[in-house]
């Protein structure tokens, strides 16, 4: 259903973010019909284009991800760019439980091709838990409503998921002491340990916690369900 969006780049640009999990600095364009629209307190209009490219963050000779000075990833080379589109009756073949309202996924490579791997399925998962913002996680920033980082908590057996990092990455709990994550991300996230069995939370959204107590000693790594390459890992002791 989606064409690559030409001149996308002539529209507005709303947000620029880096991505610690997959070391990839990121841009979100707008169509200027549906800035205007959410800016003055109306729906996202349909035929609306929102367009995300993605680059490389730029690493220095020892593979370290480079920052400029104000502590953003440096903009490398081009990766590709998925895009998601609203358009009247669109989506009304899904069942509701997959269904992002009237809007279709879409991911192209750097050569502005369909990317015939792509898993457009996780689009729609992970939008699927912002449909009271209308499907867009970066709703806020396309308002202009952000109001920035929030505050990451901290104590023991305590992780904050934050630019899409676990913090701290490894955490050590006594048997029977539970393990509690607070998303400060836009994004949503879901925790899911790995073990004899596999433990999954709910999806956690912006300001958000959930729990899981751990009652035998042990190893275990987890990850987020929507984001596998965000890893951390868990020490259950005596």
Known sequence: LIKFPEGF????????????????????????EAVKAVRDGQPIPSGTVLTLVQYAARKDDKGNVLKDAKGRFVKGDLLGYTV??????????YPVEVRNGEWEYAVFTKDRKPNAKANIQGCFNCHKPHEQQHFVISLACLSGTSLGAAKRPSGPGTVAIAEFLFGPEKVVV????????????????????RGESTLRTPVVLKGQSTSLQFDHVGSYGYICGLHPNMKGTIEVTK
């Open 174 to 193: 006594k048997a029977g002491q539970t393990i509690t994550w607070t998303n400060v991300d836009d994004s949503p996230h879901q925790v899911t340990v």
């Open 9 to 32: 780049e002539k529209g507005v640009l709303y947000q620029s973010l880096d991505r610690h999990d997959t070391k990839q600095y990121r841009e979100l364009y707008s169509t200027p």
């Open 84 to 93: 998601m589109e609203k358009r009247k009756g669109w989506g009304a073949a």
